[in-house]
């Protein structure tokens, strides 16, 4: 490893019992002139499972197959774990990795697989073997590998990428920028995240806000849960939430007060018949704001609030940001847009002077505004006897949610919700929403639902409420907005009703983009979120909306 890399990139082909990673991760720690960031990706079978290493067992437990992203030390240690054939979690992969740790003895590695392998080095990546005797050679050989000469007779096999032809231009990294500034717009959840991503990389990050303070939109929720969306084909909102919902809950581990910012409680998710109800383990709440204050508590980050962006123009390589008055708010080589919604008018004024990717103004338009009104009050004195016993001890999912006895300035609280409107008419009706959210909380849990009916009835219920941005096919826009090899522009938006299981994902997949690091999901789902994917007609679904 090398201080002259802002990152190094290790694929372990044979992640077994996760022994190889603590060696490497303990070496990256002592070693005085390490890279800034260690990605370390481990290919695992499905069907051989071992006992995970201790420092990151809590949130390796239940794992399934596919891409699972893991962040240590203080987000400075990137662990992927990629569960299933060998073959398949190969071609899934988008990285040019600097070592690769080699199992010989696997009987999956033939003349594709190892192709397949060699697709993922550049030159000079180092292959180090664990099993000498049973290399193919040859075979290692035709995919462009050469056997290093061993510096010491006991030292391991240890091969180098280096092959006799020419690497065409599409074999190099998928991301190249270098580090340097980054302007942030927008400081929620979204932008906050990418901040933070970009700031443990080495980045000066300039994040602005048209609000005095971050998390002034809808990241400002009270309350929110962090739970998984399940589909019966599991879908990509699927897979997304899924490791979505493990990621964030790292940050929350990491940033957060268990208990008072956040609670690894699990959620019971009440499904009706005949599916019958879901209990979701990896799950829980946080309070978004604390999360983006912390996100933004950062050397590297400047926050500038009352800075709505009106403007950028581009000269030699820098992008300055102009406010109401022309003034100027910024200056960075990178922009990421993250302002959900209010990045469309901003994009279609930049159409005429910057060349973006050809369908992002078609698919902007169809972004919808989703307006969602939480309901909230004080718990009763004694929960459980105004609730015949059955004021649930956490938080409970399905045709709404409701998440209880959670610690705040005013007291102990219970929140219910949300609304889910797209008409201003129906938003402006404040007392219809608290009857819809009294609603779905009798459905959902009747005797919660029967022992705050009082308080509904004589209007003592509180509201938060706040506007979400939805694409067109209710998946994120993730990447670059500029076709050319080297794009400067870039963003991160339309989260939803799941920016709590969606961002911290979104912000590490932008990261990889930007890098050329290894991907912290598919590459198939990651075009699927790819800000230059196809428009296409967004399918009809039930699902529950939640802030």
Request: aromatic share 6%; with cysteine.
């Amino acid at each position: 490893m090398t201080a002259a890399r802002a990152t190094w990139s290790v694929l372990d082909t044979a992640f077994g019992d996760g022994s190889q990673f603590t060696a490497c991760w303990h070496q990256w720690r002592n070693d005085p002139q390490r890279a800034a960031m260690l990605h370390y990706v481990g290919i695992q079978s499905a069907t051989d499972r071992y006992p995970w290493p201790a420092e990151v067992a809590r949130f390796c437990n239940g794992l399934g197959s596919g891409f699972h992203r893991i962040l240590l030390d203080d987000g400075q240690v990137s662990l992927t774990l990629c569960i299933g054939p060998l073959q398949s979690m190969l071609a899934e992969q988008a990285l040019q990795a600097d070592t690769v740790l080699f199992d010989g003895s696997d009987a999956a590695w033939d003349k594709w697989a190892l192709k397949a392998l060699a697709k993922l080095c550049r030159r000079g990546t180092l292959l180090r073997a664990s099993t000498p005797g049973t290399l193919p050679a040859a075979l290692l050989e035709d995919a462009g590998f050469c056997l290093n000469t061993p510096a010491e007779p006991q030292a391991p096999t240890e091969y180098r990428y280096d092959p006799r032809w020419n690497l065409m231009h599409s074999r190099k990294s998928h991301g190249s920028a270098t580090v340097s500034r980054c302007a942030v717009i927008g400081a929620g959840m979204a932008g906050a995240s990418v901040a933070h991503v970009l700031a443990l990389r080495g980045w000066a990050v300039s994040v602005l806000d048209a609000c005095a303070e971050p998390a002034g939109g809808a990241s400002g929720l009270p309350v929110g849960l962090v739970v998984p969306h399940v589909s019966v084909d599991d879908s990509p909102r699927s897979r997304m939430s899924r490791n979505g919902t493990r990621l964030m809950l790292l940050h929350a581990q990491r940033l957060l007060v268990e208990g008072l910012d956040w609670g690894h409680t699990g959620v019971m998710e009440h499904r009706g018949a005949p599916e019958g109800d879901l209990w979701h383990p990896m799950a829980g709440w946080i309070k978004p704001a604390r999360l983006v204050q912390e996100w933004l508590r950062h050397p590297a980050i400047a926050f500038v609030g009352n800075a709505p962006v009106r403007q950028l123009t581009h000269n030699e390589g820098v992008w300055t940001l102009h406010g109401d008055q022309g003034q100027l708010l910024a200056q960075a080589e990178h922009v990421v847009f993250a302002n959900a919604y209010g990045c469309r008018e901003l994009l279609h004024s930049m159409a005429s002077t910057v060349e973006l990717e050809g369908d992002v103004l078609a698919k902007s338009d169809t972004w919808q505004e989703l307006h969602g009104l939480l309901s909230y009050g004080m718990c009763p004195a004694d929960p459980q006897r105004a609730a015949n016993g059955m004021w649930p001890t956490g938080p409970v999912n399905g045709d709404g949610s409701f998440v209880p006895n959670i610690h705040t300035l005013q007291g102990l609280l219970w929140f219910a919700g949300s609304t889910f409107e797209t008409q201003t008419a129906q938003v402006a009706d404040i007392a219809e929403q608290h009857r819809a959210n009294h609603a779905r909380l009798a459905s959902l849990l009747p005797e919660v639902g029967a022992a705050l009916a009082p308080d509904f009835a004589a209007g003592t219920v509180q509201a938060w409420s706040a506007t979400r941005c939805a694409t067109h096919d209710r998946l994120p826009l993730v990447g670059p907005l500029q076709t050319n090899a080297t794009p400067s522009l870039w963003i991160n938006a339309g989260m939803g009703s799941r920016g709590l299981s969606f961002s911290a994902l979104c912000a590490e997949l932008l990261a990889s983009q930007m890098h050329g690091e290894p991907l912290p999901v598919e590459a198939q789902l990651a075009r699927g979120l790819d800000s230059m994917r196809a428009r296409r007609q967004r399918r009809t679904t039930t699902e529950t909306q939640t802030f």
